[in-house]
């Protein structure tokens, strides 16, 4: 599965983000999706995953209420809005698809990723 991952940028802190995952798949429907983030000298981490229906949504502890994840099974696409921005959330953020929740070793198919950058 070969998954584009775009809107990344720079925006102000409080500000908002829309990510979005574009996946070359009929079967998208199948697959849990995750995003994840690598901020600079730091280990990857969970953001939140949705499950394959879209009825089923997870969220780290440090974007709940602040992020949302969604998922278009017709257009092959997966979305993440970013509220409430804080500098601490700059990273590059990587959709990907058919694994286990927070669990990245677990996911087999990964986007290139995409900066987001959050000013104070």
């Known amino acids: 599965v070969q998954l584009q991952a775009s809107g990344g940028g720079l925006v102000q802190a409080g500000g908002s983000l829309r990510l979005s995952c574009a996946a070359a798949?009929?079967?998208?429907?199948?697959?849990?999706m995750a995003w994840f983030r690598r901020a600079p000298g730091k280990e990857r981490e969970f953001v939140g995953a949705?499950?394959?229906?879209?009825?089923?949504?997870l969220y780290a502890g440090s974007v709940k209420g602040r992020f949302t994840i969604s998922r278009d099974n017709d257009k092959n696409t997966m979305h993440l809005l970013m509220n409430s921005l804080k500098p601490e959330d700059t990273a590059v953020y990587y959709c990907?698809?058919?694994?286990?929740?927070?669990?990245?070793?677990?996911?087999?198919?990964w986007g290139q990723g995409t900066l987001v950058t959050v000013s104070s």
């Open positions: 798949e009929r079967t998208f429907s199948n697959y849990v």
């Open positions: 949705i499950s394959g229906s879209g009825g089923s949504v």
């Open positions: 990907a698809a058919d694994g286990t929740t927070i669990y990245s070793e677990s996911y087999r198919f």
